[in-house]
């Protein structure tokens, strides 16, 4: 797989699950503007891999920094810097050269019909991969996609999921384009699936693994902020994403869908409209709309419980709380 991301929060638990699944086999992470500051979300990306100790054993490429036709919108107010006041020394931390959107149409080529992508930030990356090259949508075998709600409600706007608000020209045309692809909704299934409340947020800080500690600090701000909009806990839509694909015995239901995405809406910008098959439309991905949220909660758990250990030493700073 490659994981196209926006690094901050659950990106990051999401790039764990590609970094230490022992079913995984993660070829390149690939940066896409989203969530927190671009040259952030590298940093965050980087903090990552030290945290898996795996820095430099997995290329960083940096994509997109704006969405397609309109200006970059951020989330740091939920979720500060991504990764709760961390820094390290970044020497040698180097992106590799190559635009993000040229590596993901070479590493497709190279090996057509084998690579999925995960795509748990906007589309930007993936649309502007399929403009470049005709044979992209062909070379990939699957697109498994975080983003929209399915007929429900949005997190950033009443109809509007992140991802999908911040480049909806670019979620549009990634639908269109002819991709097998698989969403994994925000609403209502992260939200009533995904959302790790307080006695499993106790259960992971008491591993004392670093990785539980590295979890606990990355998901610290958006914690406050879930709060703070009356979910009582944190949101793993991320990770789930990456999960799925790897465990797919964790979704136990799933519907054939045409989904669009609305880019002119007054109200409704990067709304996901998800047709359940009786409006003569024919469907053009998998929505999963259940997973069983226990055994989610225990991969992730067991995945803590890891031994990886940072490579380099990571300082923890005062970090602006999304209070
Ligand atoms: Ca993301």
Redesign the pocket.
Known sequence: MVID??T?Q??CIALLVGLLDPRADLRAITMVA??VGFDQQIRNAFLTLNAAGRLGQVPVHLGCRRPLVRPWESAENVHGDGVGGMTMDMTDCDPDPEHAVDALIRLVAESPGELTIVC??PLTNIATATAKDPTFVDNVKALYV?GGSNNARGNITAAAEF?FYVDPEAAKTVFAAGFTITVIPWAPLTLERAVFGQAQLDEIAALGTPLSDFFTRVCAATLDFDRSVGIDGTTHP?SLTTAVLLHPELITRIGRYHADVETQGELTRGYAAMSWGVHGLEPNAAVVEDVDANAFYRHIKALLQNAASPTRAVTINDFQSAQ
Do not use: E, P, V
Request: aromatic share 0%; no cysteine.
């Open positions: 991301t926006d901050a659950d990106d989203g969530n748990i930030g975080m991802n991320d």
